[in-house]
């Protein structure tokens, strides 16, 4: 099956090359990178150098054969146009891929890596965003319940953002559960650098980040905050606030996520066991999701390079009346948290085993 992507020149779309050339059911078709235009994968993805398999358009290699992903040449959007394909992946910033979208055949298949159809709420995305509302997409997080058959049938699913991923894995099984009450939840995620994009910015040079951590868009700002409500409250399946205090940091690292959630108890009589029973039985059956045993926290480390999301909870009752759940996730911003999820929501769109081309199992050390 032959998928395209357009913005393969970013982290994500790197990410997403990377764990493509090695998937067994897609080929690569048309790549589109507007700033990179002419340039070849390899010069803007020096990890992807050695990536020979034979990638999309044959012919050009003359006698070797089709041309090699790193000599592969990024085209601009507009080629995706008259691209064969019968998925394409849209890694692209806020309020650009709807556009693309738009140019799209319907029987074309598109998974957004992007902001642009996660939000129901047109105030929420004006808040955040600003600029036209582009409606939203069946939310491309196969964990939550019944998620994955709207996938399944569904041309047009939006994939979370990295933050959100993380929050929402950590706190929708206790929320469906009416364990916790939504209405005072707290966040604090750590991210390395490469969620910020490749974009050159001061504030993400080596020299500003190296030995330093750092809180941004607090209160409430962040981007990814109604994202987290809005999953939240479907978890529930009952009305009743759902209020996010959202503090993102910048850490010293090229990838991961450290989400560290919590949230009062509905009831003092719970526990870390109920909690643990919880969460465990929500992902009792994930492929990626792991609960890890009772005492081990997760680490960044442990998921680098995979699309695996750890995950463990305790109950802390010296927290408020009935105390308070902390619940901390781990999670590859680049992997479960764009291009490895992104893949996982297209297997699912075109019939194939929903864990074909990723692991679960982290590079370490």
């Excluded at 868009?217 to 990814?224: D, F, K, M, S």
């Excluded at 399946?237 to 989400?259: C, D, E, N, Q």
Aim: hydrophobic fraction near 45%; charge should be negative.
């Amino acid at each position: 099956m032959r998928v395209a992507v357009a913005g393969a020149s970013g982290y994500a779309g790197g990410e997403l090359l990377r764990l493509l050339v090695a998937h067994p059911e897609f080929e690569l078709g048309v790549l589109t990178a507007d700033g990179s235009a002419g340039k070849t994968v390899g010069e803007v993805h020096q990890h992807l150098a050695g990536a020979t398999r034979a990638a999309g358009k044959a012919g050009t290699a003359g006698a070797a054969g089709a041309v090699g992903l790193a000599d592969r040449v990024f085209e601009p959007h507009s080629a995706l146009k008259e691209a064969d394909a019968e998925l394409v992946f849209l890694a692209l910033p806020s309020g650009q891929s709807a556009p693309v979208a738009a140019e799209l055949a319907d029987e074309v298949a598109i998974v957004d890596l992007g902001a642009d159809f996660r939000l129901a709420d047109s105030q929420a995305w004006d808040r955040h965003y600003g600029g036209i509302h582009a409606g939203r997409w069946v939310t491309g997080l196969p964990e939550l319940p019944g998620a994955r058959p709207l996938i399944k049938e569904s041309r047009r699913v939006a994939a979370p953002g990295c933050y959100s991923t993380a929050a929402i894995l950590a706190l929708a099984p206790l929320a469906a559960a009416g364990l916790i009450d939504t209405s005072d939840v707290v966040i604090v995620a750590a991210s390395g650098t490469s969620g910020a994009g490749r974009t050159l910015r001061i504030d993400l040079l080596g020299s500003e980040v190296m030995g330093s951590v750092s809180a941004y868009q607090v209160a409430g700002a962040h981007r990814h905050t109604p994202e987290i409500e809005q999953a939240l409250d479907e978890a529930r399946g009952k009305t009743g606030p759902v209020r996010v205090s959202f503090t993102p940091l910048l850490v010293p690292m090229p990838r991961g996520i450290l989400a560290t959630c919590t949230a009062p108890l509905a009831s003092a009589a719970t526990d870390t066991a109920a909690l643990r029973q919880a969460l465990a039985g929500f992902y009792e059956a994930e492929p990626f999701a792991c609960v890890l045993p009772e005492g081990r926290w997760p680490a960044t480390a442990a998921v680098a390079g995979s699309n695996g999301a750890h995950l463990q909870v305790a109950a802390d009752h010296r927290a408020g009346p009935a105390g308070r759940a902390v619940v901390v996730a781990a999670i590859d911003n680049l992997g479960k948290g764009a291009a490895g999820q992104a893949i996982q929501n297209a297997n699912l769109m075109l019939g194939l085993p929903e864990t074909a081309g990723l692991t679960s199992i982290g590079v370490a050390p």
